[in-house]
Every structure is written in structure tokens, then in C-alpha cells.
């Protein structure tokens, strides 16, 4: 089966950074996404990995280390705007359009 | 915007009726995705298409049919409608580069069965 694992909640302060993490379990690795969701409205993309490493997207970083199967979500000078939940994702097997596998998602909280 | 919407938006039935939900895109995208999404559950698959006709099943397929006779549209029915069935649909397309395709969501819609 596949296993994908992500805190439930998280709290952090306007202007901090957070680390959400996630770990997966799956028998095939093609790419893990990060997906942002505000309440009440759809999933919307933040990043892709496919590669170990660090990909950096304006506020937003993503990193992968395939042989812990764990990956990280980066997010600096939080806003409020930034409550909602992280979406985990993988995609398995080796196939640029099979469905991804979700994790239950992280609800984030930032205070002021 | 990948030009994804979905009707109706919300929805509320009693238990035994048929239902259909439909996924409509404007920009020839072959894969096409179901997912609903519920609470300590996330995103779980239903059936997806991979083309006008072809389709398969997902993790959570059982008391769902959904049919592709064109490339924009990808309907989603419920034969008779369950309690269990109260949930968000999401409908998904995959896009992008070959060997990296993201998939894209559309607005949901919630359904409520009585």
C-alpha cells in the first residue's frame, strides 16, 4: 500500500518561517508535489520534485531526499495569508500522468 | 488556469436518487481525474480517464460510474446515492511537460446527501 505521512496542524507566528514535513511509503516514486488549500476552495499547485535537492520558489521551498523517503515545505516571512492546509503528494509508478497519492494534509495556522 | 469547471457547485439529495456531476475543460487536456475529499481522509481517487472512452479505476471506485464520450467532459454518477457519498468532489486535469505533468484542480463541488 501506499503511506504518506504529514503533521495534522501547525501554528506559527506572522514573519517566522515553518517547516512542514512530510514522509511517504509508496512502491514506486515518480515526483512529489506540494499543494496549498485554502478552506473552502480547491487545491492549487506550489511545487514539484522529482530530483534530491532544494527547489526555491519566491517564499516558497521545497526539499526531497529520496532515499529517506521525506520531503519538506519551506515557507519564509509568513502572512496571514498563508493559513490553510499543505497537501503532500506522490506519484507513482513511473508515468508522467498516473493519479498522485495524497497525504491527509497539514492545517497551518499563523498568528499574529 | 488550467480552464476547469464543475457543476452544479453544490448540491443537496436524498439517499437512493441518481446523481451526476460534471467536469468540463476548455483546453484538450487528455488525463482527467475524480478525487473527494473528506475529513481525516484527504484527497482520495475515484476514477480517472486517460482519453475519450478509456477509464479506470481509483482507490475509492465502489458505488461510482463515470463516463468520457468527449474530450472536455468527464462525468461522474452516483447510482443511488449514499450517506457515505456526502463529500467535496474535485475534478483534476494533468499537465505539462512529458515525465513532469502537475495536475490541475477544479473549483469542487459539494454534495450533501440527505
Known amino acids: 500500500g501506499q503511506n504518506i505521512d504529514q503533521p495534522t496542524e501547525m501554528t506559527a507566528t506572522e514573519g517566522a518561517i515553518v517547516q512542514i514535513n512530510c514522509t511517504y511509503q509508496?512502491?514506486?516514486?515518480?515526483?512529489l508535489f506540494w499543494y496549498q488549500q485554502h478552506a473552502g476552495e480547491a487545491p492549487t499547485f506550489l511545487s514539484y520534485?522529482?530530483?534530491?535537492g532544494l527547489e526555491e520558489k519566491g517564499r516558497f521551498s521545497s526539499f526531497l531526499s529520496r532515499s529517506k523517503g521525506y520531503s519538506y515545505l519551506l515557507l519564509k516571512e509568513l502572512q496571514m495569508k498563508d493559513s490553510a492546509s499543505y497537501l503532500c503528494?506522490?506519484?507513482?509508478?513511473?508515468?508522467?500522468?498516473?493519479?498522485?497519492?495524497f497525504g491527509k494534509g497539514t492545517r497551518l495556522s499563523v498568528i499574529a | 488556469d488550467a480552464g476547469i469547471t464543475q457543476s452544479p457547485r453544490h448540491k443537496v439529495t436524498e439517499t437512493g436518487t441518481p446523481v451526476t456531476l460534471r467536469c468540463h475543460q476548455t483546453?484538450?487536456?487528455?488525463?482527467m481525474y475524480w478525487y473527494r475529499q473528506d475529513p481525516g481522509h484527504g484527497l482520495r481517487l475515484i476514477h480517472y480517464?486517460?482519453?475519450?472512452?478509456?477509464?479506470d479505476k481509483g482507490e475509492v471506485s465502489d458505488g461510482y460510474s463515470v463516463s468520457r464520450s468527449k474530450t472536455e467532459d468527464f462525468l461522474l454518477t452516483l447510482e443511488s446515492a449514499t450517506s457515505s457519498q456526502t463529500s467535496v468532489y474535485f475534478c483534476?486535469?494533468?499537465?505539462?511537460?512529458?515525465?513532469?505533468?502537475?495536475?490541475?484542480f477544479g473549483p469542487g463541488t459539494r454534495l450533501l446527501v440527505l
Open positions: 483534476a486535469i494533468s499537465m505539462g511537460l512529458a515525465g513532469s505533468e502537475t495536475q490541475y
Open positions: 509508496t512502491s514506486g516514486f515518480n515526483g
Open positions: 520534485n522529482v530530483l534530491d
Open positions: 503528494a506522490v506519484r507513482v509508478p513511473y508515468s508522467g500522468n498516473t493519479p498522485l497519492v
Open positions: 483546453e484538450n487536456h487528455r488525463y
Open positions: 480517464s486517460y482519453g475519450v472512452k478509456d477509464t
